[in-house]
C-alpha cells in the first residue's frame, strides 16, 4: 500500500473514529442518565466512557500495525521481457 506523506493526527482521527461508532456511546449516556434520575454514581459513566475509549485506540493501534505489516518494498526484479532489454535488436532504429 502507498505510503502518504501527510501523517494523520491521533486526536483527530480518535474523534472521527468516535463519531463512527457513536452507538458504543449509548451505555455510557443510560448511566449518565441513570446517574440524573435515580442517583447512580457517576464512575459508571466514566467507567463507560474509558472502555469506550480504550476500545477505540485499541483498535486504532491494531489496524495502523497492521497496515504497517504490509509497507515493506519488493526488492528489485530481474527484466526478463525480451522486447525492452537494450541489447535486443527489436528496440534499435532502423534508418
Known sequence: MRRTKRTGNFLLTLLFNMLLNLEWGIPALVLL?????IG????WFVGAMAFW???????MWIIGWARDCG??????KENKNPYS???SNFNKRKN
Open 71 to 76: 509497507d515493506t518494498p519488493d526488492p528489485p
Open 85 to 87: 532489454n537494450k541489447n
Open 53 to 59: 475509549i480504550l476500545c477505540m485506540i485499541t483498535g
Open 40 to 43: 447512580l454514581s457517576i464512575w
Open 33 to 37: 442518565i441513570l446517574h440524573f434520575v
